[in-house]
């Protein structure tokens, strides 16, 4: 059983939707029957589906039949049933305290947390439209919930400006009033709201790279393996699992806006297939799924994942890490 506080399928925004649809997916694929507990308004054609009512008890709402049981948030209560839990956020709190079966999703976040179980996103590349890799690119894009500031698109549309490009921003709205009433009179700057992956694809087709400086150690970044798997290098920020996600060969990394500027304007000298063969081969449903498989093979067989409950081992005292503008 996969357990969820959301409702699938996702249709724009969302990679922890994302990536329980595929895992259920590729699951029942290999012959397992999965059940998921979501949010209301929840369907799947190809498991069960029960409405998580967050009222009440999660032990009196997962079936006797349930083997196992895969909760994708911290429950914050004792579960009766084998189980085995994803973190997919982060959390500043050196208090909240996460069950011993738990797992997150890349190397930095799991240390982050004192623990070297994870499992990276993978996503079911068949269900996306295929890349284009001969269509002519110029600009770069913004993926992301703009609204957010840790996501920098502050620092993304500086980038833009100063190398005199395009920036389309996937993820936000020209008018942000979350952000104080902000309206961007650029015209470079193109907004086009919470797309669906028709849009997303048409975009990041026809886009030189990823601008992507973050302001907080990033998880995993589902946004990241999206862009690659267009062809589209990474210039980022090199916080949370930027390092592991963007080597050399797939982007530039760097706190200092100057230096990613200069790496933005060569964006075209980077292998635009080599980006999407590594992606594709890396950050697919199968390998998570495999890994996935493991763990819980592990909690089967009556052993924790981790030897302590995972709780955060470095608070994070700044509210944005550093930035040089």
Same mark, same amino acid.
């Given at each position: 059983?996969?357990?969820?506080?959301?409702?699938?399928?996702?249709?724009?925004?969302?990679?922890?939707?994302?990536?329980?649809?595929?895992?259920?997916?590729?699951?029942?694929?290999?012959?397992?029957?999965?059940?998921?507990?979501?949010?209301?308004?929840?369907?799947?054609?190809?498991?069960?589906v029960?409405?998580?009512?967050?009222?009440?008890?999660?032990?009196?709402?997962?079936?006797?039949?349930?083997?196992?049981?895969?909760?994708?948030?911290?429950?914050?209560?004792s579960?009766?049933?084998?189980?085995?839990?994803?973190?997919?956020g982060?959390?500043?709190?050196?208090?909240?305290?996460?069950p011993?079966?738990?797992? &997150?999703?890349?190397?930095?976040?799991?240390s982050?947390?004192? *623990?070297? /179980?994870? @499992?990276?996103? $993978?996503?079911?590349?068949?269900?996306?439209?295929?890349?284009?890799?001969?269509?002519?690119?110029?600009?770069?894009?913004?993926?992301?919930?703009?609204?957010?500031?840790?996501?920098n698109?502050?620092?993304?549309?500086a980038?833009?400006?100063?190398?005199k490009?395009?920036?389309?921003?996937?993820?936000?709205?020209?008018?942000?009033?979350?952000?104080?009433?902000?309206?961007?009179?650029d015209?470079?700057?193109?907004?086009?709201?919470?797309?669906?992956?028709?849009?997303?694809?048409?975009?990041l087709?026809?886009?030189?790279?990823?601008?992507?400086?973050?302001l907080?150690?990033?998880?995993?970044?589902?946004?990241v393996?999206?862009?690659?798997?267009?062809?589209?290098?990474?210039?980022?920020?090199?916080?949370?699992?930027?390092?592991?996600?963007?080597?050399?060969? &797939?982007?530039?990394?760097?706190?200092?806006?100057?230096?990613? *500027?200069? /790496?933005? @304007?060569s964006? $075209?000298?980077?292998?635009?297939?080599?980006?999407?063969?590594?992606?594709?081969?890396?950050?697919?449903?199968?390998?998570?799924?495999?890994?996935?498989?493991?763990?819980?093979?592990?909690?089967?067989?009556?052993?924790?994942?981790?030897?302590?409950?995972?709780?955060l081992?470095?608070?994070q005292?700044?509210?944005?890490?550093?930035?040089?503008w």
């Amino acid at each position: 059983m996969i357990v969820y506080e959301a409702v699938i399928p996702v249709k724009t925004y969302g990679g922890t939707g994302r990536d329980i649809w595929y895992l259920g997916d590729e699951l029942q694929k290999r012959g397992h029957r999965v059940t998921y507990l979501v949010a209301p308004g929840s369907e799947c054609p190809f498991a069960d589906v029960l409405p998580l009512d967050k009222s009440r008890s999660l032990n009196a709402q997962i079936p006797a039949s349930a083997d196992i049981v895969n909760i994708h948030y911290n429950p914050k209560e004792s579960l009766e049933k084998p189980h085995l839990v994803a973190i997919h956020g982060n959390s500043n709190n050196p208090d909240e305290v996460f069950p011993k079966n738990s797992v &997150f999703v890349s190397k930095n976040h799991a240390s982050r947390f004192g *623990s070297d /179980a994870f @499992v990276y996103n $993978g996503m079911d590349w068949d269900k996306y439209p295929e890349p284009d890799f001969s269509l002519r690119r110029k600009g770069y894009h913004f993926l992301g919930k703009a609204a957010w500031k840790v996501k920098n698109l502050k620092a993304a549309m500086a980038i833009a400006r100063r190398n005199k490009t395009t920036l389309e921003v996937l993820g936000g709205y020209r008018f942000n009033f979350k952000m104080g009433m902000r309206f961007t009179f650029d015209p470079r700057i193109r907004f086009h709201g919470m797309v669906g992956d028709e849009e997303k694809a048409r975009v990041l087709n026809r886009s030189e790279a990823l601008l992507f400086p973050v302001l907080w150690h990033e998880p995993m970044g589902l946004a990241v393996i999206e862009s690659l798997y267009y062809g589209c290098p990474v210039v980022a920020t090199p916080y949370g699992a930027m390092p592991e996600l963007v080597k050399e060969e &797939f982007g530039f990394l760097s706190a200092s806006l100057d230096e990613l *500027s200069k /790496a933005a @304007v060569s964006a $075209g000298e980077y292998n635009a297939r080599r980006c999407h063969e590594y992606a594709r081969d890396t950050y697919n449903a199968s390998r998570m799924t495999d890994k996935y498989l493991k763990y819980f093979e592990t909690v089967l067989n009556g052993k924790t994942i981790n030897p302590e409950p995972p709780r955060l081992q470095h608070p994070q005292k700044e509210k944005y890490l550093n930035f040089e503008w």
